[in-house]
């Protein structure tokens, strides 16, 4: 698992993004799916939980900005037989990609993430003086 940080504007990204998928409409469905995730606020810090059980720790990549992270990573199919036919087919495979806005500025040195059974927790602290009143 790898965490990166970048300090350019995330805004820019999201922005920028969204122009180029507008170029891509002929696309059926998005190259990716978003786990599903919690976001809980304290006035010290913010905590993300993601659930993405049956990804390996080692396909994961988290990345942060000032005012935002993006997880992205990788569940692989599991291996089944060439002839065999699906009567049920609901669970998501192949690339992620969830995008948190972070409210307030982040202190990127003190980010945590800890992965156990197949929960992704993310400890967020704010920058100091950024502390948001209760």
Same mark, same amino acid.
């Given at each position: 698992m790898a965490v990166h940080y970048r300090r350019i504007d995330y805004q820019y990204t999201v922005t920028s993004r969204r122009r180029l998928q507008s170029f891509q409409a002929h696309r059926v469905a @998005? /190259?990716?799916w978003r786990p599903a995730a919690d976001?809980? =606020?304290t006035a010290s810090a913010v905590e993300v939980i993601i659930e993405i059980p049956g990804v390996e720790e =080692?396909?994961?990549d988290i990345t942060l900005f000032r005012n935002a992270l993006v997880v992205e990573g990788m569940r692989q199919p599991p291996a089944h037989q060439p002839d065999c036919r699906f009567h049920e087919a609901e669970? $998501?495979?192949g690339r992620f990609r969830l995008e948190v806005d972070i409210p307030g500025t982040i202190d990127a040195g003190n980010?945590? /993430?800890t992965y156990h059974g197949g929960m992704l927790h993310l400890h967020v @602290? $704010?920058?100091t003086g950024e /502390? $948001?009143? =209760?």
């Open positions: @998005p /190259a990716y976001l809980m =606020e =080692e396909d994961l669970i $998501r495979y980010v945590t /993430a @602290p $704010r920058s /502390a $948001r009143d =209760e």
